[in-house]
């Protein structure tokens, strides 16, 4: 079979045009054949990770599909997708289903009216999952909505509204938004009947559901008749694709295609390419010559047989669902054990688009090691089924296979055809588990398949089959303590040697793939726990087993099997309704959607990169240093330049004017101080040739000492950016001397990434004349980029224009930055003479960008018995990488907001920014408040576990009461504090459910629930009167319409909304008239960055003034002609030269603050609100569900409910990602490992509380403020804080239980890995050794006696099941992960600490006598046989890398056992203690 050498012609359709492309070029992906092809321009699908992971990009793919004769509508993520995958295909993006000009279609107009958008950069993406789903299910349910969307992420809005929207089309929806609670929404939570007649005024609907169109499914885009034809008289010839490297070969027979494969035995088979696409990108890979079975109908078959089902490899896995859930339903439980354990992987493995795109074939072959599917495959004994030109044959999926061993694997020329899945049979069970830092969309930390046997009639094991993924290179298997346990009967002491077999067997280096090795090890025994009593509830059904071996499994105990449910969030948001005499017109308070919310929908709102190719554009990409701390001993940029398209390398040398500051370059000179920094920039004709070239760049480097990563290196080598800032009040010394009671403790908090869906970008264009240069960028501080190009090219800053349209989400990470990508792209264009676009991948926003500051508190509070603190000493140090950027002014915030809601008498609080050697950190929302608050509501916690006493007794006993100053001696009142707290403990039912908590705890010891309420007093604005001015320019035109303009940018938080909302009101006039295009510093001059809140607040004063100003010159005339239009007014005025152009402005607000005397008046005014969480957390896994969260916030009058509930409920949602699963994690080196959806985790729609119920304050008011609005941007974000508490408070009722010593180290997030390891319990303790001889596992075990250790081989004990020490047959990621997770936690400050200690996540507070405690640090102490936090105080010396007890080196003596005696047999795993100690 030979390759046709011309290219064929590529067909397919988009939106219903057909394309014909006659040089297909493989390695185009349809994402950027939409947005950059000159005729489709269809730029509504976004790029935001390029790795399949976000759903930005998600278009709906529609095939013929030849097996079931029906068309397929699937999802998919056009990042990952070949054009020359789609020949015959037909594409429908944003575009192709609606538009403003034509007709929206009811998905856009719904989510855009339901306030599902606010930057909007998501949106496209939701639309299209949406519209998929409702292609192909008219009327979906909830879960298949939620399964929809579980693969889109959105950084902004919360989820909650966009789900909102979605459930309008779901059977159960009746456009009740309260619908299933089974209340009346105003019923929900208070005191009922009080609070409904309190809250007339009280409106819970943000939207009319009556305005919405109906869904019509007639006016849907057909599939194009001519690709319907070409499918049923489908062409066998071979189809051929020639790219400048690449050919894609399709052969349209399976002869051809393993004719084909045994002339290329080295070409991939590309099905989804969700593999094989992420490697050629992420890692390089490169394959001259793909085959694609995609026209093979033989790969897509299904057959049933009466003992299994055999299914095509080319399936998707979403076929593979469906055909599963047929057969669950169609045959008997006990055949369909495996199907359903497949299922259940299925429904969380990834989000649905990489489902419809990943083949069950690419799945097995790829053998990632966090395969979901291949672990369940292995232990269910699956056969592959293989085919190649010499015939068929037979493999099992083994772990043989798995691990790739060449006598076990497909042979070049072969190809997998189809997989074979046999049926179960009764007395088998077969089970799957799997843990994640989310439960939906993450990779698996730790995966398994499981499977036993037992003899008919019996409990003994007859066959038994455990494989695990995540904890090694590949899925391993457990074989050998599988065939150790044959035989014997599935009782405790089985379940106990199976456990300790497990251990040694899968046993993980301290250098795993993943790191979270104690994690990873726990998991292993944990799921095995799990299975045996799932298997144990079984075999009660199936047997009568003798109760005296076999005890009823207590209640308590059954929450371990049960699986946290995948639920759409339900809630009410709730907010105090205009007064009824307000004009109609008068959008003032009302829920106005977001004006940019349609054009959102359709993909028609223009973003930075949105803008079409310019004539003579040229594309940048950024070099970094790949060192942390090294002097640049020389560039050769040489042979980049020599490569095809490159037009220039700019360095530092280019600069005409200032290279940034002298300690934060924009481009490196000399030295460089971060990995990331940027040290020249290629500028080549497109992103492809500018990225082959940076390849080509060689820096050579010189290392130089010292390199700090860590705070706690920052403070030995006393490397810090600023003074100290520090406040005191009260006498802290003396007050410590006289209260009962003192505790101390620390708190870590890590770092957070912005994860702005749209990632920094910008286009400059250099005009002919007079140096000009307009400037289209992504920022929150036009005017910053606009100054900083000026003095980088040394012209004056009027020959600057930027321009800013709308930014895909900012959170502080779009104020600093952008101005050094503008500046950088700035010189590129003046020195070539062309536009420069600048878009930053992924990858390369996340390791340049910097983030949210790390902090390390150390705190020493002193407090009375009934909880009443008297003195309180909080030193905290935030890492602030390696420039001082905004470190100055989030450490000076830290501190002004630390007291959060309290008054403490005796105060010292004090602050310092770390330098390191990691890249700068930044503005992120809330600046330093999220972080440092954290520390305050800990030591509320330290001090409720000391007194026995609740969290929130203490918190009530110590709130502001009455007017006060604050520790800057700042005068407030806290009355409204004081009204969002019991307004939240009232509407959330805080105290019966915090005994509903109790009693649940009581019943169940393998799942605990927790809940806390937090208060807030957050300070809006910046500590200085020149950053609160604002300026607006009105005009308007002979026609009547409106311009409006000022200085804020729109990021997605609605700000041109209500902007237009306060002209609308000035002017009396409707918002119709009124429209903003931009924000320019052409128009508004001088600008201030759009941040800390009062964005609004300012501009709206600015807008207010200059309609006020137009208002006033056109008062004669309307008092002349009172009952004339707008337009006779507009034009009387204009005959009379008056002039209908104002600027309007706003001097700022009053603040200052005096650092010396430690007193100011640095806020023009407080955000109170609280918030109450509930979670519930599965302590086998360390997973948890959010259950409920209630917040009540102080709006005062909330210009626009829609926007500030949307602000509020994404803040949260963001700050509950901090708190919780947002982990940066980096190597050794300092190289940013965490750099995309995969390994950076934001909630993901099933992360929101299952009941979120969010009400705006009524009836409070602020003088100060435009309408007496409040800014509500950033404070929310510390509410998220609720959720960790109410996980502490779980953890802590775990720890209760078992007995363990209460610890006041606090460490955030609270990831599964904290909360398992911090509800330490036998699994947790069950260390073994690499290496230890027989004689020290005899003594390790003496209790009960189990004849399986005697017949363990020395051999077998020895080496651990991969056989490798930590250096060896591994690659370089192992070792590289390893030594990061010792990074992340020294840089938390856990200095000398190489993994986190397994109970220093989380304070446990028994609220009990001290008597009580010092009994438990004996229990504690002798149950867990060593101290714990000594395991890993200390690296061991010569292998400074390990931790201890992974490193063995077989020439050495082995090391002590660390294996924790067993004192008590397994089966007190599942008894309570309380139970044990009365027995
Ligand atoms: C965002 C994202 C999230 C993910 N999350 C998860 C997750 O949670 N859990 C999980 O388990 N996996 C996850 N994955 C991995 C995913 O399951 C695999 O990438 C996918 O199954 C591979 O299938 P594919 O068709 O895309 O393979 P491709 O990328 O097309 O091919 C992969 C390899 O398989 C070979 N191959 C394919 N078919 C055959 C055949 N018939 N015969 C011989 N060789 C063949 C190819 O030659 C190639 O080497 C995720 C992937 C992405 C992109
Ligand atoms: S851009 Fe394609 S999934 Fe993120
Ligand atoms: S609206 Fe979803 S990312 Fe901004």
Request: charged share 20%.
């Amino acid at each position: 079979m030979s390759c046709p050498s011309k290219s064929d012609d590529l067909v397919f359709f988009v939106n219903g045009r057909k394309v014909v492309e006659r040089n297909a070029d493989p390695e185009v992906t349809l994402l950027t054949f939409l947005r950059k092809n000159w005729i489709l321009c269809l730029t509504g699908t976004k790029y935001a990770c390029g790795r399949g992971g976000c759903g930005a990009c998600t278009v709906m793919v529609s095939k013929h599909d030849p097996v079931s004769a029906k068309i397929r509508h699937f999802s998919m993520t056009a990042c990952l997708v070949p054009i020359c995958s789609l020949y015959g295909a037909a594409v429908t993006t944003v575009e192709g289903i609606g538009s403003i000009n034509t007709r929206l279609h009811p998905v856009q107009e719904r989510i855009a009216k339901s306030h599902g958008t606010q930057c909007g950069f998501c949106t496209p993406g939701m639309v299209m999952s949406m519209y998929t789903l409702l292609r192909n299910h008219l009327q979906p349910s909830e879960e298949q909505l939620m399964e929809a969307l579980g693969g889109n992420l959105c950084r902004c809005t919360g989820y909650r509204p966009i789900l909102t929207s979605g459930r309008t089309f779901c059977v159960e929806s009746t456009g009740c938004q309260k619908k299933g609670t089974g209340k009346c929404c105003l019923d929900l939570g208070g005191n009922d009947s009080s609070s409904l007649s309190r809250e007339s005024d009280i409106c819970t609907d943000l939207f009319v559901e009556e305005e919405f169109q109906p869904l019509d499914p007639t006016q849907e885009l057909i599939f194009p008749p001519e690709l319907l034809r070409m499918a049923k008289n489908p062409e066998t010839q071979t189809l051929a694709f020639h790219g400048e490297r690449v050919t894609w070969i399709s052969p349209g027979t399976l002869k051809d295609l393993l004719e084909l494969k045994a002339k290329h035995p080295e070409a991939p088979l590309i099905l989804g390419n969700t593999s094989l696409g992420r490697a050629m990108k992420s890692q390089g890979h490169f394959h001259p010559i793909l085959l694609s079975p995609a026209r093979i109908s033989e790969l897509s078959m299904v057959f049933k047989t009466s003992d299994g089902l055999t299914i095509g490899a080319g399936c998707s896995l979403a076929q593979v669902k469906d055909i599963l859930a047929e057969q669950v339903s169609q045959l008997p439980e006990e055949k369909t054990q495996t199907y359903r354990a497949l299922l259940k992987h299925l429904k969380s493995l990834a989000g649905q688009q990489i489902r419809n795109m990943a083949s069950l074939g690419g799945h097995i072959i790829s053998r990632h090691r966090y395969s979901d599917l291949n672990p369940i495959l292995a232990v269910g004994n699956a056969i592959l089924n293989l085919i190649s030109e010499e015939g068929t044959r037979q493999i099992p999926l083994n772990d043989h296979f798995l691990a790739g061993l060449a006598s076990a694997d497909l042979k070049p020329e072969e190809i997998l055809e189809s997989v074979y899945i046999p049926h179960s049979q009764k007395w088998e069970f077969v089970s799957a588990f799997r843990q994640a830092q989310c439960q939906q969309n993450a990779l698996a930390d730790v995966n398994a398949g499981m499977r036993v046997i037992l003899k008919e009639g019996t409990d003994t094991i007859k066959e038994l089959s455990l494989s695990y993924g995540g904890v090694g290179e590949t899925t391993i298997s457990a074989h050998k303590s599988c065939q150790q346990l044959i035989g014997r009967p599935w009782n405790e002491l089985m379940l106990e040697g199976a456990c300790r077999l497990l251990l040694e067997e899968v046993s993980l280096p301290g250098c795993a793939p993943g790191g979270r090795v104690e994690f990873k090890r726990t998991l292993v025994v944990s799921f095995f726990f799990k299975f045996y009593l799932e298997v144990l509830q079984e075999l009660k059904k199936l047997m009568k087993l003798d109760s005296h071996h076999y005890p009823e499994i207590s209640d308590r105990f059954l929450s371990a099997l049960e699986d946290f449910p995948i639920t759409g969030p339900r809630g009410v948001q709730r907010y105090q309704s205009v007064d009824s005499h307000q004009s109609l017109q008068d959008p003032v308070g009302r829920p106005i959607m977001h004006l940019s919310g349609l054009k959102h929908a359709t993909g028609e709102a223009v973003f930075c990169d949105d803008i079409p190719m310019v004539d003579r554009e040229l594309f940048m990409v950024l070099v970094t240093s790949t060192r942390a701390h090294a002097k640049i001993i020389s560039i050769d940029l040489s042979e980049a330049l020599e490569l095809p398209g490159v037009v220039d390398v700019i360095t530092a040398e280019d600069i005409p004017g200032t290279n940034g500051a002298e300690d934060d370059k924009l481009l490196a000179v000399d030295e460089v101080l971060c990995v990331g920094q940027i040290i020249c920039a290629v500028v080549a004709e497109t992103d492809v040739q500018a990225k082959s070239a940076i390849e080509k760049i060689k820096i050579t480097y010189e290392d130089l000492e010292p390199i700090i990563f860590t705070i706690n290196d920052a403070i030995k080598h006393n490397s810090f950016l600023c003074p100290e800032k520090k406040l005191e009040q009260g006498n802290i010394e003396e007050a410590f001397e006289k209260v009962d009671q003192i505790v101390e403790g620390e708190v870590h908090v890590g770092g957070q990434e912005h994860f702005y869906m749209e990632t920094q970008r910008v286009l400059v264009i250099p005009k002919a004349e007079d140096k000009e240069l307009d400037i289209y960028v992504s920022t929150q501080d036009p005017a910053h980029v606009q100054k900083t190009v000026s003095s980088t090219l040394n012209v004056p800053i009027n020959r600057i224009t930027c321009h800013v349209k709308r930014v895909g989400g900012g959170f502080g990470g779009k104020i600093g930055r952008p101005a050094v990508f503008g500046a950088i792209a700035a010189v590129g264009a003046i020195k070539t003479g062309h536009p420069i676009r600048l878009v930053l991948d992924r990858e390369d926003d996340m390791l340049i960008t910097g983030g949210r500051h790390p902090l390390f508190g150390k705190y020493k509070v002193g407090f009375m018995n009934n909880g009443r603190i008297k003195a309180l000493d909080i030193e905290c140090f935030i890492n602030g990488g390696c420039t001082l950027d905004d470190s100055e002014q989030v450490t000076e915030f830290l501190i002004l907001k630390l007291e959060n809601a309290y008054k403490i008498r005796n105060l010292r609080f004090r602050g310092r920014a770390c330098m390191t050697n990691l890249p700068s950190n930044t503005a992120f929302r809330g600046f330093g408040f999220p972080q440092g608050t954290l520390i305050t509501e800990s030591c509320i916690t330290a001090v409720a576990a000391k007194c026995g006493l609740l969290p929130e007794e203490i918190r009530e006993k110590n709130m502001y009461k009455t007017i006060d100053k604050t520790i800057y001696k700042q005068a407030f009142s806290p009355e409204t504090l004081l009204r969002c707290w019991n307004e939240c403990l009232d509407k959330s039912s805080f105290h019966s459910r915090r005994m509903q908590v109790e009693e649940f705890n009581k019943k169940n010891y393998w799942k605990k629930k927790g809940i806390a309420i937090i208060p807030m007093k957050f300070s809006v604005g910046f500590a200085a009167t020149s950053y609160h001015q604002a300026a607006a320019l009105v005009h308007i035109y002979t026609d009547g319409s409106v311009l409006v303009t000022h200085g804020g940018n729109e990021l997605g938080q609605g700000i041109h909304t209500k902007m237009l909302q306060v002209a609308s009101h000035e002017l009396k006039l409707p918002m119709s008239y009124m429209h903003v295009c931009e924000t320019s510093t052409a128009t508004v001059p001088n600008t201030i960055a759009t941040a800390a809140s009062i964005g609004s607040d300012v501009n709206g004063k600015a807008v207010q003034n200059a309609c006020q100003i137009l208002l006033k010159r056109l008062e004669p005339i309307i008092k002349k002609n009172p009952g004339g239009t707008w337009e006779d007014w507009i034009e009387a005025a204009f005959e009379q030269r008056i002039s209908l152009s104002a600027t309007g402005y706003f001097r700022g607000y009053k603040a200052y603050m005096d650092w010396e005397k430690g007193e100011g008046d640095p806020f023009p005014y407080y955000v109170y609100g609280a918030a109450c969480s509930e979670v519930e957390i599965d302590c086998l896994t360390g997973a948890h569900k959010k259950i409920r969260t209630d917040i009540v916030m102080d709006a005062c009058c909330s210009l626009n409910p829609a926007i500030d509930i949307g602000q509020v409920e994404g803040s949260f949602i963001q700050g509950m990602g901090l708190y919780t699963t947002e982990e940066l994690r980096y190597s050794p080196e300092g190289v940013l490992y965490s750099r995309g959806p995969d390994e950076y985790k934001i909630p993901t729609i099933t992360d929101v509380p299952e009941e979120f119920n969010v009400s705006l304050l009524p009836s409070s008011q602020t003088p100060l403020t435009i309408y007496s609005s409040k800014g509500l941007g950033e404070s929310g974000m510390f509410l998220g804080s609720s959720v960790f508490f109410a996980i502490t408070d779980a953890v802590a009722a775990a720890c209760r239980e078992r007995d363990i010593v209460e610890d006041f180290i606090v460490k955030s997030p609270a990831t599964p890995e904290q909360v398992r390891m911090a509800c330490a319990d036998r699994f947790t303790e069950m260390y073994p050794p690499l290496y230890f001889p027989p004689s020290v596992l005899a003594t390790a075990l003496p209790l009960p006696a189990d004849p399986l250790l005697t017949a363990l081989s020395p051999e077998g004990l020895q080496s651990p099941a991969s056989g490798q020490s930590c250096s060896e047959g591994q690659g370089q990621e192992p070792a590289l992960l390893h030594r990061e997770e010792r990074l992340l936690w020294a840089d938390l400050g856990l200095e000398g600490h190489l993994y986190p200690s397994p109970t220093a996540v989380v304070t446990c507070p028994p609220r009990d006598s001290e008597a009580l405690q010092a009994k438990r640090q004996k229990t504690a102490a002798r149950s867990s046989g060593y101290s714990r936090r000594a395991e890993f105080s200390s690296e061991p010396s010569g292998s400074p890398n390990l931790p201890r007890g992974a490193v063995h080196d077989p020439s050495q003596p082995a090391p002590q056992s660390k294996v924790a005696p067993l004192r008590t047999s397994l089966s007190e795993l599942y008894q309570p203690q309380w139970e044990r100690r009365s027995a």
